[in-house]
């Protein structure tokens, strides 16, 4: 019996993808990528706009299908699986875009989240209302009401409500101010040290690096460069091309 480590290295995968080719209309925007993600790992898939990132996150999620490769989610093979096959199987997905209910409450955005507990939501509300103290003095407030930062919380609040293993972010700070954006990286930490491996595409690159344990660096939908967080920001190859200059 092994104990999910490897011998000086990353744990064990918790999601694997391997070979990953797609995209849209029969174009594709995938050309063999190659991603995983480890139990308790935070790790961010950064890039130049249209490199692939979010089309790769759709594609493990199983919103466009792919032409080829694989997806693994605990050593079992997920490929082509429906999406909410998923989310019992324990993934969830905030995507980039409408990813709050605007006419519902903060309460009932959240309570939509619970959909496969059974039972009282009373204490998944109150883990998510302790993460996000706002959402908790807010609940009664229609998302569409709150701030950029607070919908985004909203969006996260929900996906955590099944208590997930894995919790895919699509560009979880786009739009938000620098003050916003650190609040949001701040309670991603606190996700990923409740034990919720994470992965997350980030057009902030540099800050996304900082909180993650291993990046990559897809480009023209392949993957240009790979490793630890901290390599990838002392890189000056990537940080010349893809991170705005050398740090």
């Known amino acids: 019996m092994t104990s999910g480590w490897a011998e000086d290295g990353p744990p064990a995968p918790l999601l694997k993808a391997e070979g990953l080719v797609g995209g849209y209309g029969g174009m594709d925007i995938l050309n063999g990528v190659d991603l995983s993600v480890g139990a ?42 429906a999406p909410e096959r998923l989310v019992a199987r324990g993934i ?28 009282d939501l009373s204490a998944a509300l109150a883990r ?7 959402l908790a003095e807010k609940r009664r407030q229609c998302a569409g009401e709150l701030s950029g930062g607070q919908r985004q919380m909203v969006a996260i609040g929900r996906a955590l409500m099944i208590e997930p293993r894995l919790l895919l972010l699509d560009e979880p700070t786009v739009g938000l101010s620098p003050k916003v954006i ?66």
């Open 182 to 247: 650190g609040e949001i990286f701040e309670r991603i930490r606190a996700i990923n040290q409740s034990g919720v491996g994470i992965l997350m595409v980030e057009q902030n690159a540099r800050a996304a690096l900082a909180i993650a344990d291993r990046g990559y660096v897809l480009a023209t939908g392949r993957n240009r460069f790979t490793g630890p967080a901290a390599a990838l920001l002392a890189n000056r190859e990537v940080a010349e091309a893809f991170l705005g200059g050398a740090g």
């Open 92 to 119: 969830a997905y905030v995507p980039q875009e409408r990813n709050v209910f605007r006419s519902l409450t903060v309460a009932e955005n959240l309570a939509m989240g619970g959909f496969l507990l059974r039972g």
């Open 40 to 81: 308790g790992e935070i790790v961010a898939i950064v890039g130049p706009n249209g490199a692939g990132k979010s089309t790769a996150m759709k594609a493990l999620i199983g919103l466009i299908p792919l032409k080829a490769g694989r997806v693994l989610f605990d050593g079992a093979e997920i490929t082509g699986e």
């Open 128 to 134: 998510i209302y302790g993460l996000f103290p706002v």
